[in-house]
Structure formats: C-alpha cells, structure tokens
C-alpha cells in the first residue's frame, strides 16, 4: 500500500509540475504590435468642464507656449524614448476649505507612457504637462486616480478640474465636456501574441477588419473600457463605430490586463492605443 501511495504520489506531482511548466511557457509568450496598421485617427485633449472657460484659456495659452519653444516634443519624445525622469509625489488631498488651492487633475494611471506608476510616484506625458500647468495657475497639483470611464462625469459635476488621460476629443464626448487643444496625435492597433499570423498578410485597416469581421463569438478582443478601442470593437452609434457584433469584445479596467490575459491565451487580440500597446508589450516582452 506504501508503494501504492508513493507511485501515486509521484504521479501527482509529476502532472503538477507538467501543468506549472506549461503555465510558465504561457505566462512567457511575447507579444507583437502591429503599429503600421492604424485602425483610427484620433487627436487627444484635456477635458474641462463646459462652464470654466477661463481654465480652459488659461491651459491652451500653456499648450501653445510648450509647443512654441519645443518643450511638448521634448517631453513626449523623452518618454518614448525611455529617457524620462519626471515623477511626482500626491501631496494630501484637498479639503472644504483649501480646495481653491489646488489644480485636480483626473487620470487613469495604466496607460503609459501617457500616465503610469514609478513605484509610489505618478509618471508620464500627461503628468508632467499637468505639473506645469499647476506651477502655471500657482496652485498645488493632485492627481485623481480612477477609472477611465468615470473621467467625464468626474469632470462634469466638478470632482475634478480636468481630465488628463490620453482622451480622444469627439462628438458624443463634446457634449458633456469640453475639451482643450488637441496636443498629440494617436490610433488604434491590434496586438496579437508571437506566432498568431492572422493578420500577417494585412497591410491596411480594411484588412485587418475584413478579418474581424469573419471571426465568430469564439474569438475574443480584448481592450480598455471607455476608450476608442473598446468603441471600435464593441461599436458605439453614438461615437460611429459600427463594431463587430459577430465576436466577443472583453473590457478591462486598464489596457495592461487586457495584455497580459492575451499573454495568458485568454483572449485572440488587443485593441488599445499605439503607443501605449508598444510600451506595454515592451516591458511585458522583457
């Protein structure tokens, strides 16, 4: 019975081991960004509440002088080159009584290099404009961090004073907000893991969603909730987007858990922004 017991034991840990192993090789999977193809055109700006117009001046006159002399480029192009040593530590949160104090700023921070962590301290393009602009105002700068699709209605009833999240100016948007001069220029791509060659002969967008479109339910897309990605792909009348009804479109609460479930064999693609897919699949890729 001994022998009996040992044998089964070592079968046990021997399938324990085969399955640890294989979720080893899954977690290990890279990823590939197909950043030539661009799914959409799209301009991001800073969302403000409709009645502050004077903020709104205030923050285009900023944008203007920081593209005049060259310092927006130089900020954009130091994160994406990895060179940046910007970070920023919360102060405490505003009060009743001090809230004229400060500059709120609300963010989602799993998006870079747009906004992100450094261990405690808050990073990215955005962040650092952001800092800027409160120098600028005289006012203390505090980040809000939430998620994406609750940055409108926060900017709405007035919790924040601006939203700064890599957020696509359009219609349905403007009609709850109002939004800044646009500052950078992005789109949207698909991402899929190394090996997966189903758009490998794509060469333009059309031939990316001629693809999609053949797909059945069974075929998963991941992408973040309240962004242009998950509006493409789910599709959203309101802001144009048709979608693909015919697959399954999976919204996470940040980009990177869509990767890193792509990573994991549990979806077939990622839609996100471009240079966020790239800085995500890079680190992931490591």
Sequence with gaps: MKKIMTFVLAMVLSVVAVFAFTGCGEAKKKLVVYTEIELTAETYAFAINKSNTELKEDVNAILADL????ELDEIINSFFDGNAE??????????????????????????????????????????QIASIIATELGKTLYIKDME??????????????????????NEERLKV????????????????VEG??????????????????????NYKIG???????????????????DGFKNLTTKGYTTGA??????????????????????????????
Excluded: W
């Design 67 to 70: 593209k005049e002399n060259g």
């Design 196 to 217: 997966d060659d189903t758009f490998a002969d794509c060469k333009t967008a059309e031939d990316v969603e001629n693809i999609l479109k053949s797909k059945g339910s």
């Design 86 to 127: 910007f970070t920023y530590t919360n102060p405490s949160a505003p009060t009743a009584s001090n809230r004229a104090n400060y500059f709120v700023v609300g963010t989602n921070a799993y998006f870079p290099p747009f906004e992100h962590y450094e261990g405690n301290k808050l990073s990215g393009i955005d962040m």
């Design 177 to 192: 907000v109002d939004f800044t001069d646009g500052y950078y220029t992005s789109a949207q791509v698909i991402t899929v």
């Design 223 to 241: 992408t973040q909730n309240g962004t242009t990605g998950y509006m493409y792909s789910a599709g959203d009348e309101g802001f144009g987007y």
């Design 257 to 286: 858990l869509a990767m890193q479930d792509l990573r994991n064999g549990k979806l077939n693609a990622v839609i996100l922004d471009k240079q966020p897919s790239i800085m995500i699949t890079k680190s992931m890729n490591k």
């Design 148 to 169: 994406f699709d609750s940055l409108v209605p926060a900017v709405e009833i007035g919790e924040v004073d601006i939203a700064m999240a890599g957020m696509t100016v």
